[in-house]
């Protein structure tokens, strides 16, 4: 699962990986400086159209005219593609999150301690995620969603599902307009980065609050919870 993340750096921190490409997306070196972003909140969310990149602010959470229950955040991998709920915005809005890490919340009886999941080379990071587009028209309840996919190894003793996380290769062909449906589920199964590339930490456990967003959220402390 994934409940809260981190987007600081500046935009071309996450677009340097992805040179080459064609984008529509203006120069700005201030850092975003988001280091708890939270669902229901506006997120640059990466997407392409007419052939090249843009990065747009769109609503992360999902909820149809026909749902009545509380926005969704995120899609599981194994089923986003053939489900009713998500099948029309994996074959027609997929995008991609550029992130720098990740929060989870390891539970042990009443307690809980949160932990930030990242690159262990501090690389950017690339969610996917599918959602309503075009992403340039702002709709009111139906944003997007993050991808998720399951946890293996170490990881699972923070928490079973993760965002899934793509290599830079691998984000540019699942955001492509030529990409299948068909082709995608492959590059979310083929393109994935591997557990073993992520390193996590304990943190404050004032990353609970959406008020909070200094950079002490993301550093290590010495007297976890848990």
């Known amino acids: 699962m994934c409940g809260r993340f981190a987007q600081y750096q500046p935009r071309e921190a996450y677009l340097n990986p992805l040179k080459g490409e064609d984008n529509d997306i203006p120069y700005d070196p201030m850092p975003i400086e988001r280091f708890n972003v939270a669902p229901g909140t506006k997120v ?8 090249s990149l843009h990065l747009d ?8 005219e026909w749902w009545d229950k509380a926005p969704l955040i995120n899609a599981r991998s194994e089923t986003a593609a053939s489900g009713r709920m998500f099948k029309p915005l994996w074959n027609h809005g997929r995008a991609i999150v550029p992130a720098d890490g990740w929060f989870e919340w390891k539970r042990a009886a009443d307690k809980k301690q949160p932990y930030f999941i990242h690159a262990g080379n501090d690389a950017p990071l690339y969610f996917a995620a ?3 587009a075009p992403y340039d028209r702002p709709h009111e309840k139906e944003g997007f969603v993050i991808v998720t996919a399951a946890s293996d190894k170490g990881m699972v003793d923070i928490h079973d599902r993760r965002p899934l996380v793509l290599t830079a290769e691998a984000a540019l062909a699942w955001m492509s307009e030529e990409t299948s449906p068909t082709r995608a589920a492959e590059i979310a199964h083929d393109g994935a980065v591997k557990e073993d590339e992520f390193i996590w930490h304990p943190v404050t456990i004032k990353v609970g609050s959406v008020k909070n967003q200094s950079k002490d959220l ?4 010495d007297n976890p919870i848990v």
């Open 130 to 132: 599918i959602g309503k």
């Open 57 to 64: 602010p769109v609503l992360w959470g999902y909820a149809p």
């Open 218 to 221: 993301i550093e290590e402390i």
């Open 44 to 51: 640059l969310l990466l997407n392409q159209r007419d052939g």
